[in-house]
């Protein structure tokens, strides 16, 4: 009974802990792209709120907060208000099989640094990410807007188009660790990185996870040029903050994956285990804004064509060899 | 066993506590003056044309449809990928004949244009 | 106990998203609730401790055929007139779901009956699958002593492919 209590009082903190870091890297992540892509076009970025613009992220949760929740006339109220729940949740829900450090024990008793580990692992966040494209179809459709409705269809297809290719990508570590967990994963790779391994696995990974965060160079959902603001046109509010929440903490949960599968996760030396992995996730992220401001956008029928006629073949390519390798060692 | 998939559950009540908190939150105090021309659909400041409601190509049915065909196929590679090791090149083979019929499909599919989008 | 409690609590659940899948009028709503009802299942799936078929049940049902269902409904856009005229059309189809409802349920129900209640036991318990892992052992059956249903699957993948195909393709030299 004692022993159900702790692990329950365990859980919430943990939760509570991972939780509230991941909402506050969210918020400051929108302040070092800004920042980011500013200094690379040899500009300041924000410099007003704080110290070199700081509270910037907490002047804009305000504003967003007291902002006017516009519902459109024609719009499907109670799909419109659902979509960016929808949206959300599974963003959000993708950290929980994530280890972000080794076991550390405190007062005699050892605690996982991962919320939760279960052995169907990397299919677990699979499965919850592809319930969040819902987030981007209904909003768009509920939207009763040309722009939105476009938009979603774009957003979606290419979501689903490379979501393949996504899973394709990582089976090829799956084959050499014999498991689906993520704490077995990075375990499995004491020795060295899966990258080194997989070189090809982690290319198309890289590739796919791009576009399905909607990222540019594959960011055409929301090509302002043609379709306004893709499938959040008409949002304002905290529905639209809830919308960019969830685009964030996707690429979050895509970067965390990468450095999970490919990077060894928190394995490193000198540091604690879960600052060597809040840096290599870091990298990760530096690598998304950095494409992003040097990158041109893709057209939609090369993003289409590039996905189901390159990606795919390649990625089942990669399965095969990295099948021969292990056959023949 | 079960008990490991508890955090999931408070996780999944923790976050759609924290999303619908935040929808009901900023609909309570932020303010509220609707008029027709603010909740008319935004058409780059045209008045709206007909519904947006439109009917649309049918292409994007069908790359739903193969990812659906495809989908399954890269759901059964995990439990294979899983065991590959215990199979070895028995395991190989059973594979490569299940690509194989598949990438028949998938040739005919890029003949007929499915990939397309002119 | 507690196990049994939740999979009660879960079952009605699921049992109320499939009702209101049907009764509900307009198809985005349905549907909607349809992927609900999906969610739901693969609750009861890792209740069930088949973690491995409760993630495919998302990943497919809800995260794949529903996006393709969803398209359809939006491809089609029924205007209330359509909705209206079409409903005469379908007068066969509640005496046929009558029909393999009645044969579904004698179907669940006599397997039940021979196995469940006279405490007949499989092969694999919950430990042992715990012990092996579900997606290990998932694999090893699969690929070893049902390889041959896993190729007919391929064929029948084949088949969807030459289907979807030869439907949309008239489509696509009109567009």
Known sequence: MIEALIFLVLTIIKIGVVVGVLLLIIAYLIWVERKVIAHMQVRLGPMRVGWHGLLQPIADGLKLIFKEDIIPARASKVVFVLAPVIATVPALMAIAVIPFGDTISIFGKSIDMVITDVNIGILFILAVTSVGVYGVILGGWSSNNKYSLLGALRSSAQMISYELSLGLSLIGVIMISQSLSLVDIVDSQAKYWFVILQPLGFLIYAISAIAETNRCPFDLPEAETELVAGFHTEYSSMKFALFFMAEYANIITVSAVAVTFFFGGWRGPYLPPVVWFLIKMALCIFFFIWLRSTYPRFRYDQLMKFGWKILLPVALLNILITGLVIILL | ?118 | MLESLLFLIMGSITIACALCVVFQKNPIYSAIFLIQTMVSLAVLYVLLHAQFIAAIQVMIYAGAIMVLFIFVIMLLNLSKADEEGERDNLFFQKPSAIILGFILVVMIGTVTLKTVFQGVKGEYTPETISQIGNTQLVGKMLFTKYVFPFEIASILLFAAIIGAIILAKKRIIED
């Open chain 2, 1 to 118: 066993m079960l008990i490991s998939y508890l955090p999931i559950l408070i996780l999944l009540l923790v976050v759609m506590g924290f999303a619908i908190s935040n929808i009901i939150i900023s609909a309570l105090i932020g303010r509220h003056k609707p008029t027709a021309e603010k909740l008319s659909p935004y058409e780059c400041g045209v008045e709206p044309i007909g519904s947006a409601r439109e009917r649309f190509s049918v292409k994007f049915y069908i790359i739903a449809m193969m990812f659906v065909i495809f989908d399954i196929e890269v759901v059964f590679l995990y439990p294979w990928a899983v065991a590959y090791k215990s199979l070895a090149l028995f395991g190989l083979i059973e594979m490569a004949i299940f690509i194989i019929i598949l990438l028949v499909g998938y040739v005919y599919i890029w003949k007929r244009g499915g990939f397309e989008w002119e």
